[in-house]
C-alpha cells in the first residue's frame, strides 16, 4: 500500500491535538492518557454520568473500553455514546473479556445494540465471540478462534456496518469491503498489560482527524507497533520496554510511518 | 528571594515523613503515591465515606483531586474535609478539569462553600473559571485566560481567604497579599499525564509540615519543577522522562533547592 | 533449605500460565497486573459483583487486596471469594490498612470470617492488629508491634488454619507448624508504593500451581525478593528501580531461584 495515507493522518493528529474522551478500566487507565498524548492527542477521564455525555461532546472522539466494568459504568458509556452519536464524534469500542463473563458479552452487546459504533477493536477471542464464531476467552486474553479469522471479521462488519480490527501478531482491519493487515508489533508488546488498551487510544486519537475509519486504524496500528518495534531493540525487559514505548511514540514522525508501516490489502 | 525557607521545609518534609491522604482520581494516582513517597511523605488513598473522615483525622495534610470526581466521591471528600477542618490539617484542592464540565465547576464550588481550603492549586483556565474571569477549560487542560493572571489570582486568594497557585510554565502562588512567581520546571513536564496531579501531592507533603501555605507551595512547586528539568537532562522522551522525574525527586536534597529554587515576589 | 522446591514451583508458574484473577486498590493494580505478567500468570481484574464469582471460577488464584476498599468492593470480594473456596481456587488476602481504620479492621474480619483464605500476608503492623496483638498501623504502613512476631504470626496461623505472610526486611511465613523466613529484598522495594501488593499478587501466581502454601509463598517472596535485589543494582533511584523491578522478575529463572533463594526455617 501507498504508506502516504497513514502519514498524513499522523500528521494531523499532531497538528490538531484532538481531545479523546475515554471511558476506560482503572488497571491500565495511566498508558492510555500517556499514549494519547504521545501520539498527539489530549486525553481526558470522565465516567460520571452527571457529566459522560457533556464531556463526549466537546471532544474529537470517544474511547470505551470494558476491561473493569459495571453495570454503572456502561450506563455511562450509552450517555456519552449518545452525544457522541448525536455529534457524529468517532467511537472506538475496546470490548475487553467479551466472552469470558456474560457480564462482558451481554454489556458489548448492549452497546452494539444502542450506540453506532465507528472502530470496534479487540483480539482474536473477543472478535470471534462477538460474530458468533466458535471462539473463547480466558480473563482478557484471547484462547482461539476456530475458522477463518479473516472471514469471520469481514462478514461481522458487513453485518454490523463498523469498521472491525482483530488485534494479534498480524493486525485485521476490515469495514467489511476493504480489508487491510498491519504487520508492525513485537511480541514484548504482549509482555506488558495494557498495549491492547493503548492500541484503542491510538486509535482514537487517528480516528478524531479522519473520515475513513479503516485507514485511520490502520495508521495507529502501525505507529504503535512501529513504536513497540523500536522500543523492543533497546529494552532489556518489560519494566524498560514500557518506558521506552513511550519514548518511541513520542518521538514518531509522520515520515517515520511513511517509511516504517507495513500495511498491505488483500 | 533568599531561599533557605524552601530549603528549611523540605528539610522537614525529609525528617517527619507526613502521612498524606488523598482523595483523588484513578488516572494519575499511582504517580501521586510514589511522588508523595520521593519528597519524603507517606501517601494513603481511602474514598469510602465509611473511613474517609476517620483517615483525615491521621494525615498531616489532605489532597483533593477531581480528576475523576463523581457525586458520590464529592461526598467522601466533604466528610474527609470537614474531619481535616476540625483538627487543622491543611487541605490542598486540584480542580482538575472546573470549566470544563458543569459537574466540575459545581462541585469545586460545593467543595469551597462548604471546607475551608488552605490551598486551591490548578492551571490558569481552571483558577481563572473559578474567579470569575473569562477563562477556558478544554477537557483537563487550560485553554486559556483574558486579563491579568496575576490579579485574577490575588483577587480571589484575597476574597477567598485561600492561598492560590495557578500552574503554568512560571508558578503564580499568592495569598491575597504576598505573590511569588516559581520559575522552576520544564516542559517535558506537559508531556506526561499527571504533573499537575503530583506537584499538589508534593504541595500536601510541604503543607503538612509548614504553617506558612505560601512558602509551602513555593517550595513544592521549586522542588517538582527542580525534578523535572534534571528528568529532563537525562531522558529520551515522555517514559524515560517519568522514571527519571521519580529519580530526581527522591535524590533532591535541601541543599538542592537552596541553589537551584528560582523564586521572586513582586 | 533446599531451593529446589521454590525452583520447581516457580517453573510451573512459567510453564502453567495460570489465570490469577484480582479484586484489588486502583492505586497499584496496573503493577499487580504487570508483575502476575513478569511472574509468569495471566492477570485479570473484575469486581462487578455481576461478574465477580463467574471469574473467580475460571481462575488458578484470587488475590484480594483492600487498599481502597468500600462496602460494595467488599461484597464482591464475599461472592468470588464463595466460588473460589467451591471450586477450591486459593485465596490470597492482603489486608492493606487493617488496623488503621475501623472499615479496613472490620472489613478483614468478614473476610476472615466468611471465606476460607489460604495465606494472608500484611506487613508487621497489619498482621499484628489482626492477631490481637498491641500492634499500631499508621496509613497503609506497619507502625510497630509489641512482642515477639514469630510467635504471634505463628500462633495466629494455628488458631486461624491460615498461612501467614508477615513481610518485613526478613518474611516470616508459617502455617502454625512450619516457620520459613525469606532474607530476599531490598531496602529499595520501600521507596515505591506497591511492592507489598505486587509480592501478594505473585503469591496468587504461586499458589495457583502448589498444594502447599507456605512453600508457595515463600518461593513468590524469595522470587520477587531477588528481582528487587538485581533491580537495585543497576537503579538511581524509585522510577528507575521501578522499571528494573519488572524487567529482573521477568527475566528471573527456575535456576536463579535455586542459587539466589534465601530461607531459612526455625
Known sequence: M?????????????????????????????????????????????DAPEEAGEMAGFAGALVLNIGTLNPGIIGSMILAGKAANDHRIPIILDPVGAGATR????????LLDTLEIA?????????????GAAAKVRGVDSAGVTGDLVEITRDFAQETGMTVVASGSTDIITDGRRVLFVENGHPMMGG???????????????????????????TALAAFGLAGERAAAQSRG??????????????????????????TST
Not at 120 to 126: S, T
Not at 238 to 263: C, N
Open 2 to 46: 501507498d504508506n502516504q495515507v497513514f502519514s498524513e493522518i499522523f500528521s494531523r493528529a499532531r497538528e490538531q491535538h484532538p481531545l479523546v474522551h475515554h471511558i476506560t478500566n482503572y488497571v491500565t487507565v495511566n498508558d492510555c492518557a500517556n499514549i494519547t498524548i504521545c501520539a498527539g492527542g489530549a486525553p481526558v477521564m470522565a
Open 103 to 110: 457480564l462482558r458479552t451481554e454489556s458489548t452487546r448492549r
Open 119 to 131: 472502530v470496534i477493536k479487540g483480539n482474536a477471542g473477543e472478535i470471534g465471540v462477538l460474530a
Open 192 to 218: 506488558i498489560s495494557g498495549t491492547g488498551c493503548m492500541a484503542s487510544s491510538v486509535t482514537g486519537v487517528c480516528a478524531a482527524v479522519s473520515t475513513d475509519m479503516v485507514t485511520a486504524a490502520a
Open 238 to 263: 518489560p519494566g524498560s520496554f514500557k518506558a521506552a514505548l513511550f519514548d518511541e511514540m513520542a518521538a514518531l514522525t509522520p515520515d517515520d510511518l511513511k517509511w516504517g508501516a507495513r500495511v
